[in-house]
């Protein structure tokens, strides 16, 4: 079945820690998205892609890296510069046009320890 | 101004009601609008898909748009215990880099 794995799911930072959040879709997608989810809130864009070795800041990126190596993987990296790590993460592709809806990982919840 | 407005006040109601949500948006561009349901911990999933105005149906849920108010809604009769979820309305213009919009999302508690 063709989908989108995010992990892991639940994910333990230490105060100064780097992390890493796989995301891997077997779409197809030429689109790729990282969003953070906080109570409240709603999404926010960290990072998108929308072609390999190419991606685009959104509008929360600071403290935040991605890399677009291959059409099927866009890992997150929560470095130690992001002061509030402590969110679920979700992680979405579409084809090259938005306009047909995203499909959305299960998510990762990161928590500082 | 957000270019989409949800009310994300939680919303009871008991089982069999009609559960009516509703977003606001302000890019007039906006062609392609849908509706996603999240339940607790878990991703988004697409539930209603709709371009431009008009309603559409599929079993329980009702999705209108309304264009020339900036106005779509979704509506579930015969609510379900099941049904009870976060759900996000998202948008798009059918030109420039074909992000979504999201609104903040509502949830609604179905209670048997």
């Known amino acids: 079945d063709g989908g989108i794995t995010q992990s892991p799911k639940y994910l333990f930072r230490k105060e100064g820690q780097n992390v890493t959040l796989s995301c891997e879709q077997n779409?197809?997608?030429?689109?790729m998205y990282w969003y953070r989810q906080d109570p409240g809130q709603g999404l926010r864009l960290i990072y998108y892609?929308?072609?390999?070795?190419?991606?685009q800041k959104g509008d929360i990126a600071e403290g935040y890296s991605v890399s677009r190596e291959k059409k099927e993987s866009f890992p997150l990296t929560v470095t130690s510069a992001q002061k509030n790590p402590t969110a679920f993460y979700l992680c979405?592709?579409?084809?090259?046009?938005?306009?047909?809806?995203?499909?959305f990982g299960s998510g990762t919840r990161l928590t500082v320890v | 101004q957000k270019e989409v407005e949800q009310d994300p006040g939680p919303l009871s109601v008991p089982e069999g009601a009609i559960v009516s949500l509703n977003c606001t948006y302000s890019?007039?561009?906006?062609?392609?609008f849908m509706w996603y349901r999240q339940y607790s911990r878990k991703g988004p999933e697409l539930l209603m898909y709709?371009?431009?105005?008009g309603n559409k149906e599929d079993g329980r849920f009702t999705a209108q748009v309304d264009k020339s108010s900036k106005y779509i809604s979704l509506f579930i009769r015969d609510s379900q215990p099941s049904d009870s979820a976060t759900y996000l309305c998202?948008?798009?213009?059918?030109?420039?880099?074909?992000?979504?919009?999201f609104g903040k999302g509502n949830q609604v508690v179905v209670i048997p």
């Open positions: 979405a592709s579409t084809r090259q046009t938005g306009n047909y809806g995203y499909t």
């Open positions: 779409l197809n997608h030429d689109a």
């Open positions: 892609s929308q072609i390999v070795n190419d991606f």
């Open positions: 890019n007039s561009a906006f062609q392609y």
């Open positions: 709709t371009y431009s105005s």
């Open positions: 998202a948008m798009s213009a059918p030109y420039g880099n074909n992000r979504l919009a």
